[in-house]
């Protein structure tokens, strides 16, 4: 007991928290419910400690976590022969075209051409255990590439011969898969949704640009170029020095050539011939392969009588490759090398899920599946760190890869191991033969492969007609990433588009609506011709029936509803239908988006300055002695504008379209408070009423309930919550209902009977004694109270209402279902008040006059 007054004591003396607050309006409340015949219900509060308890893991979850993150379990024990077969086919594909890339995109990545085979096979060897997309290749990409070299070159020029590029590299894709990993086990997969589109698309365009110049001297065998550099400068000189192009030009060119005239032909093929298209697709996905090894046949023809030594070659080979897994080995993790590769990690991390998740999504919405985002980050992150100890880099999605795989018939995440097998082949078989292989070729693919990357005219087109400014945003990521760094093209896309995200979020578009009557109008069968009634009616079982006309009249006219419009007509309604005010001094409001800090103070204004011009004062002279005002508060004075502002009516009610909103911040309550502490000087003594609809959170009905929200207020003086108008949004309670619950319905039936009986023994008794006091019968403003439903109805319609529960707390009726329902409470109420101030001035007037002639 004594910690309980303690408690007590506490929440009221360091709190201000009074032990019995609301208690008493909360009664009241259920007075009036129990009234009205509908059985009392009060919502359930929300509390940290059941929030707590909901997050408790169970066995079921648990195990279901686990499963999730091995979804091949769900299933491996389906396989068969059907899906083996098809997987093999598209595996075996995708090892070869995967083979070439591998290589090109390595040295891109400023690493041996070995490094390539080792990151592809880990990718496909893993992919399988963790991934939800049957279409997706893990391996090395151009960007991915792009940024491991620029960060290698970055560090080797720094810190020269300190670390080398495996290391770098290694520590680099290590720290990146341990990330990826922390995010995918914590299900942190939609972070990735704060990342918009545009910053992606521009830094996309800006790497294959940037890529393309760094692969462009080598295709043309111009040296002497630090493709590094800012892609600007980079095509600068390589124009500068066109006179010193060799040899490679010959098979970097041609080789550019031939990849797009396989494209073409095998395009027009699959469109002429359609019962080839799956060959003509495939052959089309083997080009790179096919292009690779035509060269590699030139080079080996021109260079098998020819020492290996590069003095003697005649252009640019990739040369000596070690078979085998030889870097294998854990990854260098030296405090001092972590320190210069972390700033580069966000941006790797960014591109490496952006590009995979882009992907996967992509062909999951094409072929009906769903992909996970954050399962799709674990076996990312699962590659890349297992892909360290064998020696890889930074891997992701391949768009190319994943394209080759479909259209061979993929048929689950299994052909990856396929693949597998090819890149263990070359490993271990066909390193002699990638010493042959020209490199101007392999830039001849890489520019060709990029080239499919950049956003197409008719793509930025469509950005302008969608939003002019994200079209903007692009534009500066491009030349940011041209003229500066891709790093920084990222980062300032995403700067720039949470700038535009906030700026419309602050400068929200919330609008007074009006209300206008609709109702269906279908086309019907008369006034058309007969041929056409021939056609289009058909008769089944001596019944006509026609397909774009309803069977039932009740479904095409008669049904008059009511619609909610913007009264500035500032949207695409027709001009001509007048919308206008539910009742005069009743508002609706609704907000375009979510209310928070950021926009509060500009919908409060919006809206406090709208309601003020659009009524009056209800007393025009509040007796404030000038001395007392502030220096801001204007004084009424009688003048025409004055008398014309007498015509305008008295405000009532506000009600708020919660429809956009979920949870409100301390700043967005305090802001709603403040409204109505400012609106209730205005029309003091009276008070006027909040009414909310559409809210439905639990979270943000409690909090605005905690500071006064939800509820009539209560009067001073009143035995009643204020002058309102008891009314619910009801329906039934049994359906569905056990033997059981019709007896308690049945034993509360017999109850309110019983309460009203002794209800009606009560008013009667109280109407005598009017009567007999004031020598007639009550007055018909007794008709305002609430009646009681056995005043109005029999004992069969009392029965049938006791069998209704109401939708929402009886505790807070001013938080509505919809519009319609909060209107319908509002407009009640403000009638009602009205009435009530007429019969106040009509007896002012009376009593006035008496004296007149007295």
């Known amino acids: 007991m004594s910690f309980y007054r303690l408690a007590t004591t506490v929440r009221k003396r360091v709190f201000h928290v009074e032990p019995d607050a609301g208690l008493k309006e909360k009664a009241l409340l259920e007075k009036d419910a129990k009234s009205a015949i509908v059985a009392p219900y009060v919502e359930e509060e929300p509390s940290i400690k059941k929030w707590f308890l909901g997050m408790r893991p169970t066995r079921s979850g648990t195990f279901n976590y686990i499963q999730s993150i091995f979804p091949f379990t769900t299933w491996i024990t389906r396989y068969n022969l059907t899906w083996l077969l098809g997987d093999s086919i598209a595996g075996l594909t995708v090892g070869f075209v995967v083979v070439p890339q591998a290589i090109a995109y390595a040295i891109l990545a400023e690493l041996s051409p070995e490094y390539g085979l080792y990151t592809s096979f880990t990718g496909a060897a893993l992919y399988w255990l963790f991934g939800t997309s049957k279409d997706i290749v893990i391996g090395t990409t151009a960007v991915g590439s792009l940024l491991i070299g620029g960060v290698i070159v970055t560090i080797e020029n720094e810190h020269p011969g300190k670390y080398s590029a495996e290391e770098i590299a290694k520590c680099l894709t290590f720290l990146s898969g341990v990330i990826l990993i922390f ?26 640009i940037t890529i393309i110049g760094t692969q462009l001297p ?15 400068k980079v095509y600068s000189e390589t124009f500068k020095k066109l006179s010193d192009t060799q040899l490679d030009a010959a098979i970097g060119l041609t080789s550019i050539l031939l990849l797009y005239v396989i494209r073409e032909v095998c395009a027009r093929l699959e469109v002429r011939q359609p019962a080839k298209k799956k060959l003509w697709a495939t052959l089309s996905s083997l080009r790179l392969t096919f292009t690779i090894l035509l060269y590699t046949f030139i080079s080996w023809l021109v260079h098998r009588t020819i020492p290996h030594d590069k003095s003697y070659w005649k252009f640019k080979l990739v040369g000596k490759i070690e078979s085998g897994f030889k870097h294998a080995g854990s990854p260098s993790l030296d405090v001092d090398l972590i320190k210069l590769v972390a700033p ?50 930074a891997c992701t999605g391949s768009f190319g890869a994943s394209a080759v795989l479909t259209k061979a018939g993929v048929c689950t995440p299994l052909a990856g191991l396929f693949s597998a097998l ?22 001849g693919l890489i520019i060709h492969a990029v080239s499919n990357l950049m956003t197409a005219p008719s793509a930025l087109y469509k950005y302008w007609q969608l939003s002019p400014l994200e079209l903007l945003i692009w534009v500066i990521g491009v030349m940011v990433g041209l003229f500066d760094s891709l790093e920084n093209s990222i980062y300032t896309t995403i700067v720039l588009s949470f700038v535009l995200l906030l700026v419309r979020m602050a400068r929200p578009h919330g609008v007074f609506l009006g209300q206008i009557k609709v109702k269906r109008i279908v086309r019907s069968e008369e006034g058309e011709g007969k041929e056409q009634e021939k056609e289009e009616i058909s008769s089944v079982d001596g019944k006509i029936f026609r397909p774009d006309v309803p069977t039932s009249s009740t479904e095409a006219e008669g049904i008059v509803r009511e619609v909610f419009l913007p009264m500035d007509k500032q949207d695409n309604s027709n001009p001509r239908v007048e919308v206008v005010m539910p009742y005069p001094g009743v508002f609706l409001y609704r907000f375009d988006e979510a209310l928070n800090y950021i926009n509060a103070a500009r919908h409060i204004d919006h809206m406090l300055s709208y309601i003020t011009a659009h009524t009056r004062r209800t007393t025009l002279d509040d007796h404030i002695p000038t001395k007392d005002r502030l220096w801001s508060d204007t004084i009424a004075k009688t003048s025409p504008s004055s008398k014309a502002s007498s015509s305008k009516p008295l405000l009532r009610a506000i009600i708020l379209d919660c429809s956009a909103l979920n949870h409100l911040d301390i700043t967005a309550i305090q802001s709603l408070v403040d409204a109505r502490n400012t609106l209730d000087r205005y029309v003091a003594p009276s008070v006027v009423e909040w009414h909310f609809s559409g809210l439905h959170n639990r979270w943000t009905r409690q909090a605005l309930a905690i500071v006064g929200f939800g509820r009539p207020s209560l009067s001073t ?58 020598g007639g019968a009550v007055d018909s403003a007794m008709d305002l109270e609430p009646k009681h439903e056995g005043e109005s109805s029999n004992k069969e319609e009392a029965s049938e209402a006791s069998d209704l529960e109401p939708v929402y707390g009886i505790d807070r009726p001013f938080f509505h279902i919809d519009l319609t329902d909060a209107v319908d409470t509002a407009v009640r109420d403000a009638k009602r008040n009205d009435l009530i101030l007429e019969r106040a001035r009509a007896a002012v007037a009376e009593e006035s006059s008496g004296e007149v002639s007295t």
């Open 183 to 208: 995010f995918g086990l914590f299900r942190l997969g939609w972070i990735i949704e704060l990342i918009p589109y545009i910053p992606i698309s521009a830094f996309v365009t800006s790497a294959s």
């Open 218 to 232: 080598v295709a043309l065998g111009i040296q002497g170029i630090n493709t590094r550099r800012s892609p600007y």
């Open 344 to 393: 580069e990690l966000p941006a790797i991390i960014i591109i490496l899920i952006i590009e995979h998740i882009a992907i996967a999504k992509s062909f999951g919405r094409r072929y009906g599946y769903t992909v996970i985002p954050s399962q799709e980050i674990l076996a990312q992150g699962v590659s890349n760190a297992i892909g360290t100890l064998l020696g890889g880099y």
């Open 422 to 443: 090819v890149l263990i082949l070359a490993l271990y078989a066909l390193t002699g033969v990638f010493y042959y292989i020209p490199k101007a070729a392999l830039a």
């Open 717 to 774: 003086g009143e035995d009643g919550p204020g002058k309102w108008c008891p009314a619910y949004s009801v329906a039934s309670s049994l359906a569905g209902a056990t033997e059981r619950d019709r007896r308690v319905a049945g034993a509360r039936r017999k109850e309110v009977e019983e309460r009203d009986e002794e209800s009606r023994r009560g008013d009667g008794e109280i109407a005598t004694a009017k009567d007999d006091r004031d």
